[in-house]
């Protein structure tokens, strides 16, 4: 149980060209989802979290203009990156809370490695 | 504010030693879950364990064995007889509970298990 899928896990875009990510929990209601970005060789930065049917708290520093995020039922997310830029290339993770569970763990998806060229 | 030092950046070991990851905390909430993950090189993060503050006891699954100290805010993650796919990025990390809290991870620790 409590599996987190990520699609696309890989992808090669050209600058200014916008693309989506999304995050799916597939066995549980995932009332709160996180984002987060991680450049290599450092640690996970959040970049937004996102409660089912509002807006999402984005992080300080991070653009909401340029990372949007749709968190449009319990089980899926989306991060679009807008006009992408070669410095948005990164590994971008999301994470699912179940709502069920008072346990604080975060279900982590495999992953999308972003390269804009 | 929370915070989790990983003082350590990067280890390397040669196989069937035991390894320990240091994992030191800030915070001021009464009640936190503490976590630890693996991150190989794939990238994606491999849940170890989940310690709720109230639960001090030292918890052992095979190889892997991990220290929860209150009083030094430690917690620490020891690999015996290491073995070279134990190499991987290890991140500590920690929340308050809450369905909003967030995560706060450590730097992390590259573990090299050398053959």
């Known amino acids: 149980g409590a599996v987190v899928s990520q699609h696309p896990s890989r992808v090669i875009c050209k600058s200014g060209t916008s693309v989506k990510i999304e995050c799916r929990s597939l066995?549980?209601?995932?009332?709160?989802m996180f984002w987060y970005r991680q450049f290599p060789k450092k640690s996970l930065m959040l970049m937004a979290t996102?409660?089912?049917?509002?807006?999402?708290?984005?992080e300080q520093g991070v653009e909401k203009d340029k990372f949007l995020i749709n968190h449009a039922s319990l089980t899926l997310s989306t991060l679009t990156v807008t006009s992408a830029h070669p410095e948005d290339s990164s590994f971008y993770i999301c994470?699912?809370?179940?709502?069920?569970?008072?346990?604080?763990?975060?279900?982590f998806g495999p992953g999308t490695r972003l390269t804009v060229t | 504010a929370q915070k989790v030092t990983q003082a350590q950046t990067e280890i390397s070991v040669v196989e069937k030693e035991d390894v320990t990851l240091d994992c030191v905390y800030e915070?001021?909430?009464?009640?936190?879950?503490l976590f630890w993950y693996k991150q190989p090189p794939s990238g994606e993060l491999v849940f170890l364990i989940r310690?709720?503050?109230?639960?001090?006891q030292n918890e052992i699954s095979g190889r892997y064995s991990w220290n929860f100290q209150k009083s030094t805010s430690s917690f620490n993650f020891t690999i015996t007889a290491s073995q070279v796919v134990d190499s991987a990025v290890y991140f500590c990390?920690?929340?308050?509970?809450?369905?909003?809290?967030?995560?706060?991870f450590g730097k992390g620790i590259t573990l090299s298990v050398r053959p």
């Open positions: 994470s699912a809370r179940d709502g069920n569970r008072g346990s604080g763990e975060q279900y």
């Open positions: 066995d549980f209601q995932a009332t709160t």
């Open positions: 996102s409660n089912e049917g509002s807006k999402a708290t984005y």
């Open positions: 915070t001021r909430d009464t009640t936190y879950y």
């Open positions: 310690r709720n503050s109230f639960d001090e």
């Open positions: 990390a920690l929340t308050a509970t809450g369905a909003n809290s967030k995560l706060t």
